[in-house]
């Protein structure tokens, strides 16, 4: 076995030190222009070069890239000859592109159902128990991985052999050994698309436990004491009570998770990469614009994506504040 | 790895006052079936990642034959996917390497957002000039942004402005990093910093300390959480990321890890012994970081989030 050669990886390193050595220059030098030069101290002055890095940054590399963005949504796959709404009429018309707005909508209704409905019935399940605190962490722990790395976890939870051979996903080990015949996954449609959602809620249902779980500690004791003393049952607690309290915390969960959906990538890239009709829109911008290098179709589907979201973020940005207010 | 806790900004409860009524109220609802339900989930969330973690000890052969539960009646145990993932140099493996650019691109590309975004939201909140509520709103809008809308230009420009020709560079991932996590980044410090009391800040400025000063000595110490809970969020991003990685850095010389082991999990299955170590690997960094300062994280996604 030929051993890694550690001189190999210096140029990448002499590359780090580069980078760490501009940080270190860049940002002394604004802060000594701040600090040292007269007359910079004034509002307008400080202000400006506070301001510079991050303004010029979004300026270039974002603002501009998206307007330019729109521009070539109304252009041809290099670029170069103006076709109109030609773009947006194939994105409706192409049998394949509905089916993946069709597979998005999936994706944006049922993430958000789900992950939330799991994490809040989880949420209130663990409430004051001893072990609360590693109970969340365990369904927390899906947060801080890739969704390359969990697309990798669930690759051996879904894995085929064919009947008879040894099962190595555990998903059908289980349909064996419960006498059903293992099954393709992740080929099959529409399923496949549900087994790859139920990905997507795992990583996800940490997320709503925390954030609820923080409003159900916050609910006034007096109002779960009152509705004990008016009789309700577990049932009518949990409707009347549980969930009316913390509804903000359940709208921000719910819009925070449909923007996830709406722009999910990595999942799908690496467990199928769109193929046997699962792909989403963000993976078939991709697509579109760095395999097929249709410039003029990625460019149209980002810009789709991003009327998708615009609504939605702005939407979430109320609950936030109304969330606020009522703290 | 270490048992962290969830913490939260919000009040705890008051202590229970004995077995009162709400008590064994309480009591009845978290009973015995809700246990139970609780204890079904937990082990559905974990047995995935178990499953991994047990299958990146088995030998080759035992990965690709049979399932990781028989790991139970048939131990088989090994180092050996570790030190082929790590150290080998075969075409296949060295993902080693790719551990190493995880790394490079990572450092910076978490350091430059969060010191140029805690410079614009010191000035967005506390020095006054004209037209600063304007750009504030004009950053935070930009949050609506899908990074989609911006690969493809970004891409061009790089070409006009590097070169793809000659060796790959970083710089490109580092400021595609950078410019797609400050409208976020911003947000969040802003949150934060404008919610400090003025009175300590304007006492500073009566006392003649000038604005860097200020910035440093007061602001900065005061807002520490703040940036705990950005810094981890920009490193979780940032080392899972595979888009950007994908797009700016699609060679084999500045590729993540993410992405060859995307490419690793495409293949038909041929070197699923590599793929468990090396997935372990990726997910172990980030995670260490992520337990032992969840705590900031978790303030940072009650304190509301939105990622572009």
Not at chain 2, 44 to 70: A, D, H, M, V, Y
Request: charged share 15%; proline share 5%.
């Amino acid at each position: 076995m030929d051993q890694i050669d550690i001189l190999d990886e210096l140029p990448k390193f002499g590359q780090l030190g580069i980078g760490v050595v501009a940080f270190v220059l860049v940002v002394g030098f604004l802060l000594f222009l701040v600090d040292r030069l007269p007359g910079f101290d004034k509002g307008r002055f400080a202000a400006a070069v506070f301001l510079f890095p991050t303004v010029l940054l979004l300026a270039v590399g974002l603002l501009f890239p998206a307007l330019r963005t729109v521009w070539l949504s109304f252009f041809d796959k290099d670029g170069e000859s103006f076709v109109g709404v030609a773009n947006y009429t194939w994105m409706f018309k192409d049998p394949d592109i509905r089916g993946v707005l069709g597979n998005t909508l999936i994706w944006v209704i049922a993430v958000p159902i789900l992950s939330a409905g799991i994490g809040l019935i989880y949420a209130i399940m663990i409430d004051r128990l001893k072990v609360e605190a590693l109970a969340k962490a365990l369904v927390f722990l899906p947060m801080g991985i890739s969704f390359v790395g969990a697309g990798i976890i669930w690759r051996f939870v879904y894995a085929y052999k064919p009947e008879g051979e040894d099962q190595i996903g555990l998903l059908n080990q289980i349909v064996v050994w419960l006498g059903g015949e293992p099954q393709q996954w992740l080929l099959n449609p529409p399923w496949n698309t549900f087994f790859l959602i139920v990905v997507m809620v795992w990583i996800q249902t940490g997320f709503a436990t925390v954030v609820l779980s923080a409003s159900i500690k916050a609910i006034p004791t007096e109002i779960v004491e009152a509705a004990r003393l008016d009789g309700v049952n577990a049932w009518q607690m949990f409707w009347r009570v549980t969930v009316p309290s913390i509804r903000p915390a359940i709208v921000v969960v719910l819009v925070t998770m449909s923007i996830a959906a709406l722009k999910l990538f990595d999942l799908v890239r690496t467990m199928t990469a769109g193929n046997f009709k699962t792909s989403v829109i963000a993976n078939e911008m991709y697509t579109q614009a760095f395999r097929l290098l249709d410039k003029g179709h990625g460019a149209a589907l980002a810009v789709f994506l991003f009327v998708l979201v615009t609504p939605i973020i702005f939407y979430q940005v109320r609950a936030m504040r109304a969330r606020r207010e009522e703290r | 790895m270490t048992t962290a806790t969830v913490t939260t900004d919000q009040p705890e409860p008051k202590a229970e006052k004995g077995p009162g009524r709400a008590g064994r109220a309480k009591k009845r609802l978290t009973g015995r079936t809700a246990s139970l339900i609780a204890l079904v989930i937990a082990l559905l969330w974990t047995t995935p990642t178990f499953g991994l973690l047990l299958s990146s000890f088995r030998p080759e052969g035992e990965i690709k034959t049979n399932g990781w539960w028989n790991f139970f009646t048939d131990p088989a145990f090994t180092f050996d996917n570790y030190t082929q993932v790590l150290l080998s140099d075969t075409s296949s493996g060295r993902l080693g390497s790719y551990f190493f650019s995880s790394l490079v691109i990572t450092i910076p590309a978490v350091l430059f957002p969060v010191a140029f975004a805690s410079f614009a939201a010191y000035a967005l909140s506390w020095i006054r000039f004209k037209g600063r509520d304007t750009l504030f709103v004009l950053i935070f809008a930009l949050q609506v942004v899908p990074l989609q809308m911006a690969l493809v230009p970004l891409l061009q420009m790089f070409q006009a402005w590097f070169g793809f020709e000659d060796e790959q560079k970083f710089i490109q991932i580092w400021f595609a990093h950078t410019c797609f996590a400050l409208p976020f980044a911003v947000f969040l410090l802003h949150n934060f910093m404008s919610e400090l009391p003025g009175d300590v800040i304007e006492a500073a400025r009566v006392d003649g300390a000038n604005h860097g000063t200020i910035f440093r000595k007061i602001v900065l110490p005061l807002v520490t959480p703040a940036l705990a809970s950005l810094t981890i969020f920009q490193f979780l991003w940032v080392w899972n990321d595979l888009l950007v990685a994908l797009v700016f850095g699609n060679g084999k010389e500045t590729a993540p890890m993410t992405v060859r082991l995307a490419e690793l999990a495409g293949s038909r299955g041929e070197e699923w012994q590599r793929l468990t170590a090396g997935a372990f690997i990726s997910i172990v960094v980030p995670l260490i970081v992520f337990l032992a300062l969840q705590r900031y994280f978790v303030r940072g996604l009650l304190a509301g989030s939105v990622k572009g």
